[in-house]
């Protein structure tokens, strides 16, 4: 249950930083919108496509679409606000990483692949909104440039399995998965580390 | 067998809309045959990929590849007459969009989705063709700046349902949908109709 | 067996390939190793999502992460070396195209589609991880404009059933599938051959 409302505000936070990307491209109000949908469920589609389980997860549960819309028709009506919102956005943004590590997780565990397929799928599920969100705005993906982002979640999906081997209950699998997630980001932006960008001389 | 031949009429007019952009990008006949090929059944290709009703629609029915082929072999030909063409193709154009929509609606319908879900899909059947066309050519895609294109279809997609809660017959459901799409396309092509853009300050 | 050596051989310089264009966009080593494994085994995952076929391939066989993994970071660790093997890379990488299209053509036997649809699954394993790469660099795919690739695929695909339907046994097509493909590729490169570009004057 818990896992759900987190699931829903992660939802509205990833929505709205796909709004705000989608304003800086000057996309028009059906633009925005598909921007903040592929943001918000993009990575929990292509997740769903890659292992067979369709119709993918916003067909069959409504309240992310409307989760979506809402968030939407509040960043346009306060889009001049948003700034001031700056870190509420970014700390909802961050427990959507952790909230959506998680299910991806535990979704592959269901379909009874390997932990690291596992792990593959929750980062996925937490990141790869991001990606499809840049590729339609035309731009290189941030997190294969800069952003440390995609790590927060491989170790926290490492974190998951090392806790589940030791047989912990569920319920604290879940918070430390989390709160490993969400710290390592946390980490990451106030310290601005950067993972090594490799080119040939 | 009506919606059939406007089915394969649309995908002929969506295959040459394709050509005419990848030679602007100056490709090769392969390039110019994908682009053609994922204009026209792209959209739909992506929709089935959503609900998992795969092998996707074209590998089952080779008349849509026939179409495409045909569309590519004769744009290539005619290649310095088809501006003199402009009206026609955007009649098809637009012809295909409305029954690329109903096709999307009643696809969501049998699959049992709800029919915010089913208006979706039929936006996406008609309208992703060329949001996946314009990821392939680089640029951002045009319905998502400008064009006001998916609207025509999620009007077309709530005219639908509102004609089939006063339970009209199938055919005069089908024929209002594909007017509304038509001419809300008409219209906003006539009077250079936008959707308001949003940015902040 | 030795299909399958091949398999993870071509898998193993289409990694590389992939690696020295990420370096090139200067992306993280994140980033790096997506378009390393997007670039080996995205043609494979599109075929597998457009039939059905999921989990995608590379979730059931961990051998593809690991041989990607592996093909990562020996291209770091030697990024300044490669250029010497480019030869050598550009043979396993000819291999690879021969024996994923192979791959491609029977699995699409397998599940029963028409021989035009095989040919074009064979093509998509080949040569569509190249696309997707392409497009995550934020590049209109090369093979769209002046690389030869595909079409060796296409013609590859052709002679697998020109040779089956004369009930060759199934080594011998193979052999001369990828003779095809691999032989196409090589004189391509060597004449600097391209697909003419069509465009409207």
Not at 100 to 119: D, Y
């Amino acid at each position: 249950m818990l896992i759900y409302v987190l699931d829903i505000i992660g939802t509205f936070a990833f929505a709205i930083s796909g709004v705000l990307i989608a304003m800086q491209k000057r996309m028009d109000v059906f633009g925005i919108f598909i921007i903040a949908f592929v943001t918000a469920v993009g990575g929990g589609t292509l997740r769903d496509v890659l292992i067979g389980k369709t119709p993918v997860g916003w067909m069959n549960d409504l309240n992310y679409g409307y989760t979506i819309t809402l968030a939407v028709i509040i960043s346009i009506i306060f889009k001049n606000k948003l700034n001031r919102l700056r870190t509420s956005l970014f700390l909802f943004d961050t427990i959507g990483l952790g909230v959506f590590t998680i299910i991806g997780v535990e979704i592959g565990i269901s379909a009874n692949l390997h932990p690291i397929i596992c792990i593959a799928l929750g980062t996925i599920s937490a990141s790869f909104g991001g990606v499809i969100r840049d590729i339609l705005c035309n731009e290189i993906p941030v997190i294969f440039r800069k952003e440390v982002y995609a790590t927060a979640c491989i170790l926290g999906g490492i974190t998951f399995f090392v806790l589940r081997y030791f047989n912990l209950k569920e319920d604290l699998i879940y918070i430390f998965t989390a709160a490993m997630v969400i710290s390592i980001r946390l980490l990451v932006v106030k310290f601005r580390i950067q993972l090594p960008s490799v080119y040939q001389k």
